[in-house]
Structure formats: structure tokens, C-alpha cells
């Protein structure tokens, strides 16, 4: 038996790296609609002097934020709509010291008192960070005008020492997102002027309006229409994900997070949709790339995604409208009725709905779901009356 000590002092660093160092304590959601976790094991700082003297330097290396805000509910917020991973909250994180970052974020007037809530997280999930606060600036109009960012840099091991120019960017470049503020403060650790001046040109540049979003969509969907029409189907599906990020949908994995609503609530005063209302716009691209997205899978054969896609957007639309949200799209059930009386309201997007009920049943059959194939048929053939195909498969049903 080998004692750990009399290893050469490298192979005990890797052992020390692959136990404390942040990228090996991350562990992935258990969920899509959770954030990542992190488990540190600091147990091995206590085994001798020695190795508590060689393993925290693994655990130096590692570089945290340390978040501070006068509202508890700020805390769930960032969790469960960001999906930041937080190592840790309360008295823990208001107590950790070694961090390189300190934000601070209030309203002018606002005091701590003692009210302070604090979180912690790595410097790898501030991007996370800042791009969930943007979006939820462009969802608030105006929200970041009332807010005050106070950004503290500092050497956590060596006091007064000055942070490298690139971990000083890497710590504060993600917040040229956040525009707009009442007022920012950038202090400690030798902040680069270089550094501080890129911050603050990036936060001038103003968002993309919703004009240059949605026509910036419609453009990645008609350049993965004609990925798909060439039969480059992985490439297709990207395009059609980037187009759903660029009107501030993030698709990850079966999910779809829906952000910025109301960025989106006014008319277009420009370019191809001019006139037009900018969340209706975005409601039909965003049912037209679901559409798309279905047939990818279709090509691709993979039955389940192409249905999973189809039946999450029946289920939504036809909850929408009579707010039914049972998800049982075959028979014993009468929720179709929606279908006939939807048909005659004049919705957005009505053929392509059409189009996602029946590529919807395409996938249904594939996976001998025959209940819910002579459903989604009749339904599809409502919305697209003078589809051939549709029709055609309609009057066989009709015949039986």
C-alpha cells in the first residue's frame, strides 16, 4: 500500500484540480427546467496540514462571484428563471470572503439595513447571469433605469493586488448587456481603464429593436427552409434554433423558455413588417419555425421528437383557447370542437397550425398511435382546406 504523500507533487496537484477545481464540481440538471448544481467535497482540507496547504491552492484557482441584493425573491429568480447555478445563499454566502467579484445591486434611497441577500456562483455561469438580467430589462421597459450596479474587483489572496487584464475582462465584459442603468460604479483591485472603457461602450450600444429581431429571424428560417430543402437536415435544425434565439426563445433540449413578451407589445415602425403588430409577427414565426422543426425530425426519422414538438404546440394552442390542458390528442375525448370554432376566427399563422397538426399525425402513425392519426388529420384538414394531400387523406377516413 502506497502512501498518497509519497506521490510526485504533480500527480497530487491533478488529484487536488480533478476534486475542488469548479468545472469538476458542476453537476448537470437533473431537469431541463433546472439550473446546473455544484458539489464542492472540502473534506480533504482536513486530512493533514500538509495537504490542506497543497490542495487549497486547487481550490484558489477557482474564481467566484458574490451577488448582493435588497430582495429575497432575487435569489429564486435568478435560479429558477436564469437557470444560474448558486453554490450557495444566506449566512454562507454573505460570510465567503474569497471571491473576485462583488456585485451589488440597488435602487438609489435603498438601504441594506441588515437586508441584504447574498448569492455565490462561479465566474463560468456570469454570463448566465447578465444575459437573464437583460432579458428581463427588455421584458420591463425601463426596469434598469431605476437600478444601481456597484462592481467590486479584488484579489481574494493577495490584498491590493492587480487582477490580469484578462481575468478582469472575463469578469466584467458579460455586463455590457445590462443598458440602461440609473448609475455604475466599477472599483478595486487596479480596474484597467482599458478594461472599465470597453465595459462601458458595449452597455451604449443599444439593443436590436424588435424590427431587426423578428426580420432577423425570418431570415434564419428562410435560410434553414432552404438547408432542409437540400437535405442538410442537422444544419437546417440549428438555423431554425438560432432563429428562435434571435426573438429571445431559448430552446434547450424539450424545452422552450419564452422571454422578453413584452418587448414585443407595440407596432412595428419599420422595415418588412412596418405597421404591423410586433408580438403577432413574432407569434406566427414562432409557429412557423415549430412547423419546420417537425418536419427535420420527420426526414430524420426520429417518430418521437417530431411528435413531441407537434403535441406540445396542439396542446398550448388549443389551451389558449379554451383552456383545456389535457394532453390526450386520440379519441374518447371531444376536444376538437376548438378546431371548428378557431377555424373561423381569422388566427395568424392558421396554415401553418394546419401543417403542424398533420406532420403532427405523420409522426402519430409512424408510432401506430391510431387514435390520435384520424384526430390530427380531421383537425389539419379544417385549417388547410385546399391541401391535397390532406384532403385526400381526409375522404379515406371519411370512407371507412
Not at 426596469?143 to 474587483?153: D, E, G, I, S, V
Not at 481603464?193 to 425570418?218: F, G, N, R, Y
Not at 432552404?226 to 424545452?255: C, E, P
Request: with cysteine.
Amino acid at each position: 500500500m502506497f502512501r498518497f504523500l509519497d506521490l510526485p507533487a504533480e500527480i497530487r496537484d491533478q488529484v487536488y484540480h480533478d476534486v475542488l477545481a469548479s468545472d469538476n464540481a458542476r453537476r448537470p440538471a437533473v431537469h431541463d427546467d433546472e439550473p446546473a448544481t455544484y458539489e464542492f467535497d472540502l473534506a480533504i482540507l482536513l486530512v493533514s496540514k500538509q495537504i490542506y496547504h497543497e490542495a487549497r491552492k486547487a481550490f484558489q484557482d477557482n474564481v467566484f462571484v458574490k451577488i448582493t441584493t435588497p430582495w429575497a425573491e432575487s435569489i429564486d429568480h435568478i435560479s429558477s428563471e436564469g437557470k444560474v447555478p448558486i453554490i450557495t445563499t444566506g449566512t454562507k454566502a454573505e460570510n465567503f470572503d474569497s471571491f473576485h467579484l462583488w456585485i451589488s445591486i440597488d435602487t438609489p434611497g435603498t438601504s441594506f439595513n441588515g437586508s441584504a441577500f447574498s448569492m455565490l456562483i462561479c465566474l463560468e455561469d456570469l454570463p448566465a447571469f447578465t444575459r437573464m438580467w437583460h432579458l428581463s430589462n427588455l421584458n420591463h421597459q425601463g426596469l434598469n433605469r431605476h437600478l444601481r450596479l456597484n462592481l467590486n474587483l479584488k484579489d481574494p489572496h493577495v490584498p491590493g493586488r492587480k487582477i490580469p487584464k484578462d481575468l478582469q475582462g472575463r469578469l466584467l465584459r458579460p455586463f455590457g448587456l445590462v443598458k440602461g442603468l440609473h448609475s455604475l460604479s466599477v472599483n478595486g483591485a487596479k480596474v484597467l481603464p482599458s478594461v472599465e472603457e470597453a465595459l462601458k461602450i458595449e452597455q451604449s450600444v443599444p439593443d436590436p429593436s424588435p424590427e431587426e429581431c423578428l426580420e432577423k429571424a425570418t431570415t434564419l428560417k428562410d435560410t434553414g427552409n432552404k438547408s432542409l430543402q437540400s437535405g442538410n437536415y442537422a444544419t437546417a435544425l440549428q438555423q431554425y434554433i438560432n432563429a428562435f434565439a434571435a426573438i429571445h426563445i431559448t430552446v434547450s433540449g424539450r424545452k422552450r423558455y419564452i422571454h422578453a413578451d413584452g418587448y414585443y407589445m407595440r407596432e412595428c415602425s419599420s422595415g418588412v413588417y412596418v405597421g404591423q403588430r410586433s408580438d403577432y409577427v413574432r407569434l406566427i414565426i414562432r409557429v412557423k419555425l415549430v412547423a419546420n422543426v417537425i418536419q427535420v425530425y420527420l426526414k430524420l426519422k426520429d417518430w418521437e421528437e417530431a411528435r413531441f414538438w407537434g403535441k406540445r404546440s396542439i396542446v398550448l394552442f388549443r389551451s389558449s383557447l379554451n383552456g383545456d390542458d389535457d394532453d390526450n390528442l386520440g379519441s374518447g375525448h371531444d376536444k376538437w370542437e376548438w378546431v371548428k370554432r378557431s377555424a373561423t376566427m381569422g388566427f395568424p399563422a392558421r396554415a401553418e397550425m394546419g401543417k403542424i397538426l398533420y406532420r403532427t399525425a405523420l409522426a402519430s402513425r409512424e408510432l401506430q398511435l391510431d387514435d390520435e392519426v384520424e384526430n390530427l388529420i380531421r383537425a389539419a384538414a379544417i385549417y388547410l382546406p385546399h391541401d391535397e394531400v390532406v384532403q385526400t387523406e381526409k375522404k379515406t377516413l371519411d370512407a371507412r
